[in-house]
Structures are given as C-alpha cells and as structure tokens.
C-alpha cells in the first residue's frame, strides 16, 4: 500500500482530477482518495506516481 500527501486540494472536483490520474498508472488500484490525501496499490514506480500527479498540479510526497 502506497499512500500520498496531496497539496492544495479543496474540492470534489480535486479528488476527481487526481483519482484519474491515479488510475492511469499501470497496475494501479485506487484504495481511497480524499482531500489531502490517497492510498494506492500499485506496481508503478515513485517517479512514474509523481509524473502523473504533476499533470493535475498538486504537489504530492509519497509517504509508503
């Protein structure tokens, strides 16, 4: 389990964007996102979850 600290997110609408970005990833299953945060199952690599994240333009530090 991966779980991230997501900035600035404030919304539905947030949660939305970076749900979609996390399902993106290969091998990915999205467990929970809510404001502030996500938890992931994934086979991705730190760099490939942080590409994806900084498409939808919050700033995101991988806990696990």
């Given at each position: 389990m991966t779980t991230l600290r997501i900035e600035n997110m404030h919304c539905a609408a947030c949660i939305r964007r970076v749900t979609q970005a996390l399902n993106s990833l290969p091998n990915t299953t999205v467990e929970e996102v809510q404001l502030g945060a996500a938890r992931?199952?994934?086979q991705a690599t730190p760099d490939q979850i942080q590409a994806a994240m900084q498409k939808t333009g919050f700033p995101t530090h991988?806990?696990?």
């Open positions: 992931i199952e994934t991988i806990e696990s």
